[in-house]
Nanobody, 125 residues
Framework: VQLQASGGGLVQAGGSLRLSCAAS????????MGWFRQAPGKEREFVAA????????YNAGSVKGRFTISRDNAKNTVYLQMNSLKPEDTAIYYC???????????????????WGQGTLVTVSS
């Protein structure tokens, strides 16, 4: 599966953005989908993940209550709604696809087989 992330941009602190990740191929619904981010000078970190049927989601503690992951299997798209953005949310955001699920697996980059190219989110103070 090929992934294309979009929706990044410049926003003021407290604002909102919605990222999208469109997937090619007919097997999208068989993948667990996740979002990761990499801030300048830092390692890439887990943000959120969603199961095949959207029944279960996981969020990093730093975004809990502010970010919501969702997916539309009919449109082969996963979303990340980001509210109450903070300057520390500034990063390149990547979507990724995996075939395994579980609270321990989804936070590990190595579990994801396919990655999008990333979209830049900049939050100004």
């Amino acid at each position: 599966v090929q992934l294309q992330a979009s929706g990044g941009g410049l926003v003021q602190a407290g604002g909102s953005l919605r990222l999208s990740c469109a997937a090619s191929g007919r097997t999208f619904s068989s993948y667990v989908m996740g979002w990761f981010r990499q801030a300048p000078g830092k390692e890439r970190e887990f943000v959120a993940a969603i199961s095949w049927s959207s029944s279960t989601t996981y969020n990093a503690g730093s975004v809990k209550g502010r970010f919501t992951i969702s997916r539309d299997n009919a449109k082969n798209t996963v979303y990340l709604q980001m509210n109450s953005l903070k300057p520390e949310d500034t990063a390149i955001y990547y979507c990724a696809a995996a075939v395994v699920f579980g609270s321990r697996a989804v936070v590990e980059e190595s579990r994801y087989q396919h990655w999008g190219q990333g979209t830049l989110v900049t939050v100004s103070s």
